[in-house]
Every structure is written in structure tokens, then in C-alpha cells.
């Protein structure tokens, strides 16, 4: 499975962006999908994962009530939309597909990686 992020870019606090994720070379219908962030200096960290069939999705703590994670597999994409950005988002933003059966919330449980798209929201 390719992985292929979009969508990001230089926001102000307290716009939105919204983050695609395309998938080819296999349909991503039987894998759980997952959104990774990682800012300057820090680790990478768990932001949100969608089962593969979207019927549960899960978030971290702090982009509860912002972020929606949701999922087309007929166009075999990922979405994260994101509204009240902060200028704590900053990161780049990466997505991810696991099998499935394992935590969505650890990054070393996912198969295949996109090469990430940058976020920055100025204050």
C-alpha cells in the first residue's frame, strides 16, 4: 500500500485545513487507517485512527471536539478535518494503514506510512 498525504499548509489560529490521505496499489478497505503528528524536536504522536470499516473512530485527548477523522473507500482515501487550529498543531501530519487487530494508537503497530504534509498555523 502507497500512502499519499495532502491538504496541509500555513493556517491562522483558529482556521481549518483539511488533510487527504490517497491510498494505491491495494484498496485500503480491510485496514485500519491512522493520523500521526510529529513537531520540530518532538516525538511522534498519535492523533486519530478510523476502523477500516469507519464505523468507530478514536482520538487523542487533545483534538477532541476539533479534529474528525473519516473515511471513503470507494475513492480509497483518508480525511482529517481540522477547525479551531491551534498554533500546537503545528507538525507534520502523517497517515498510516494497519491490518488491523492491534492499538490504532501505536505507531509501531501500523504496516505502511505516507511521507507526511506539513501544518503550521501562526498565532
Known amino acids: 500500500v502507497q500512502l499519499q498525504a495532502s491538504g496541509g499548509g500555513l493556517v491562522q489560529a483558529g482556521g481549518s485545513l483539511r488533510l487527504s490521505c490517497a491510498a494505491s496499489g491495494r484498496t485500503i478497505g480491510t485496514y485500519d487507517m491512522g493520523w500521526f503528528r510529529q513537531a520540530p524536536g518532538k516525538e511522534r504522536e498519535f492523533v486519530a485512527a478510523i476502523s477500516a470499516t469507519g464505523g468507530s473512530t478514536y482520538y487523542a485527548d487533545f483534538v477532541k471536539g476539533r479534529f474528525t477523522i473519516s473515511r471513503d473507500n470507494a475513492k480509497n482515501t483518508v480525511y482529517l478535518q481540522m477547525n479551531s487550529l491551534k498554533p500546537e498543531d503545528t507538525a507534520v501530519y502523517y497517515c498510516?494503514?494497519?491490518?488491523?487487530?492491534?492499538?490504532?494508537?501505536?505507531?509501531?503497530?501500523?504496516?505502511?506510512w505516507g511521507q507526511g504534509t506539513l501544518v503550521t498555523v501562526s498565532s
Open positions: 498510516a494503514a494497519q491490518k488491523g487487530g492491534f492499538s490504532v494508537y501505536m505507531s509501531s503497530m501500523y504496516d505502511y
